[in-house]
């Protein structure tokens, strides 16, 4: 049986969707459950999935685009209002802690409401963290570059862009979030990966596919595909069965689970 698991509770892009949901993914590792990125709706999406309160031991934002964390505020007021009693930490580029403990200043979401402990932790590139036996380790990645060289003069902000290598018990999965070219990935391809979760917005999708062709890879899973590629999905699928080559992939739904490891 697979030690692990994968609930894609959003796999849409920056757009406005009515069926894909924003970026949102619970990843289970043993007794271990991660969240990574909190676009809307996933309050719903988690409450509709029946899962406990505690369930999720860590949150993990990648970046601090709204389609990757415009979910979190209701998903905290769901803890609260729930009755959620586990200390959960969420980890995130530096720049975001303090406006996001604002809003939920700003919405009365306060401390002192917590019937548990709220903790934030900034992500540096290369330092791990460690959850029970699972492993994380966030890489810098170029997502927001061009918008660091087009507005950091007038918004001098740090612009961090993170994917993840999430590892447990000999099996190793590389989580992309958003990329901003495909040789971004490069750290997580180090050694060789049983599952890449990887998204299909921000460049031509031959690129992506062309340089994961041949890459020690056991499973694909492609998300966050931009609108064009979505609503020709047919033609996209059929460009990945000729360009990826013998690596068995897929394009995940939302609420789709996948058993991996």
Same mark, same amino acid.
């Given at each position: ?18 069926e ?35 369930? #999720? ?8 685009n ?19 009693t586990?200390?959960?930490t ?5 720049e ?56 950091q003069?007038?918004?001098?902000q ?5 994917s ?35 998204e ?9 596919f ?10 694909? #899973?492609f ?23 013998? #690596? ?14």
């Amino acid at each position: 049986m697979s030690c692990c698991h994968l609930k894609c509770f959003g796999v849409g892009d920056g757009w406005p969707s009515g069926e894909r949901g924003h970026s949102a993914f619970l990843y289970r590792f043993g007794d271990v459950q991660l969240l990574f990125d909190c676009g809307e709706p996933v309050s719903g999406s988690f409450k509709a999935s029946g899962a406990n309160y505690d369930a #999720i031991d860590r949150i993990f934002l990648s970046h601090l685009n709204f389609d990757h964390i415009g979910g979190l505020f209701m998903l905290l007021q769901g803890f609260w209002l729930e009755g959620r009693t586990k200390d959960l930490t969420i980890h995130l580029p530096a720049e975001g802690i303090v406006p996001i403990r604002q809003l939920l200043d700003a919405g009365y979401l306060f401390e002192e409401l917590l019937p548990f402990r709220l903790s934030f932790d900034a992500l540096h590139k290369g330092e791990a963290v460690s959850i029970g036996g699972v492993r994380v380790t966030p890489f810098a990645n170029t997502h927001l570059d061009s918008l660091r060289v087009k507005f950091q003069a007038k918004h001098p902000q740090a612009f961090e862009a993170f994917s993840f290598l999430i590892e447990h018990d000999g099996v190793r999965v590389g989580h992309s979030a958003d990329i901003g070219a495909p040789e971004d990935l490069v750290p997580l391809l180090k050694k060789p990966l049983d599952l890449l979760v990887s998204e299909l917005a921000h460049f031509e999708a031959e690129k992506l596919f062309d340089y994961l062709r041949g890459q020690a890879i056991k499973r694909i #899973i492609f998300v966050h595909l931009s609108r064009k590629y979505w609503d020709n999905f047919d033609t996209t699928r059929r460009l990945a069965e000729v360009r990826v080559g013998g #690596i068995p992939h897929s394009f995940a739904h939302a609420g789709e689970e996948i058993l991996f490891g």
